[in-house]
């Protein structure tokens, strides 16, 4: 079982659609968690972090749920330059910085 | 400027040759990391650095090896290319202990091992 699961998609949606995704991770000492987003062939670059309560940036939700694993991005009125690939990433020691990353979901909004 | 650069960008080869990847950061920070990326799998990770001269493997060493001879610079050697190694490389930095987890990456080298 990978460390991270995240439905590879591709999410296609229209202009103006909410969309969700989720990611489960394995490892319970997990103790933070990241969004990345990747454009194609360019680098991840941090979309936000998620934290225990919940937090919103703009048209982006994330949720953490810590007793059943998961993490969840949700975009609202997804926009054309939304389509990318969201990677969730989850820092299992933190004393290390060490990273673990999903393989990614890939969303295509459309007009 | 970029905070995080990689050179080449890209680089064809044939196998068997030995292929050097160079990093370089602005960033002051003082841990560094070697990734992977293909199709499918994610990124995965191949080297850490979390000073100079400190090496540690990572998850896919194997016929890798790396070299943090200044803080600003990490590099990535593949001694003798085979095709499995064709991939996107990516480089990234992250502050040390105690800190926000969070990694910046370079711009990537796409490698093509013939």
């Known amino acids: 079982r990978k460390e991270v699961e995240q439905d590879p998609g591709p999410f296609n949606v229209p202009e103006g659609a909410t969309v969700a995704f989720n990611c489960t991770y394995s490892?319970?000492?997990?103790?933070?968690f990241f969004w990345y987003r990747q454009d194609c062939r360019k680098e991840p670059k941090l979309l936000m972090s998620?934290?225990?309560s919940g937090n919103e940036d703009g048209r982006f939700t994330a949720q953490l749920n810590r007793a059943s694993q998961y993490i969840s991005l949700l975009i609202r009125d997804s926009k054309l330059s939304d389509s990318a690939t969201y990677l969730c990433?989850?820092?299992?020691?933190?004393?290390?910085?060490?990273?673990?990353f999903g393989g990614g979901t890939r969303l295509m909004v459309k007009p | 400027d970029a905070d995080v650069t990689q050179t080449p960008r890209n680089r064809i080869t044939k196998t068997g040759k030995r292929i050097m990847l160079e990093c370089s950061q602005t960033k002051g920070h003082d841990r560094m990391y070697w990734y992977r990326q293909d199709p499918g799998l994610g990124l995965r990770l191949i080297y850490y650095?979390?000073?100079?001269?400190?090496?540690n493997k990572g998850e896919i060493s194997d016929g890798y090896s790396v070299s943090r001879q200044a803080q600003a610079k990490f590099s990535l050697s593949l001694e003798s290319a085979i095709p499995n190694q064709t991939a996107l490389y990516f480089c990234a930095t992250s502050e040390g202990s105690g800190t926000r987890p969070e990694q910046f990456f370079g711009p990537g080298t796409r490698l093509t091992v013939l």
């Open positions: 998620v934290y225990s």
């Open positions: 650095s979390f000073d100079v001269k400190d090496i």
């Open positions: 490892n319970s000492a997990s103790q933070s």
């Open positions: 990433v989850v820092n299992v020691n933190n004393a290390g910085n060490m990273l673990t």
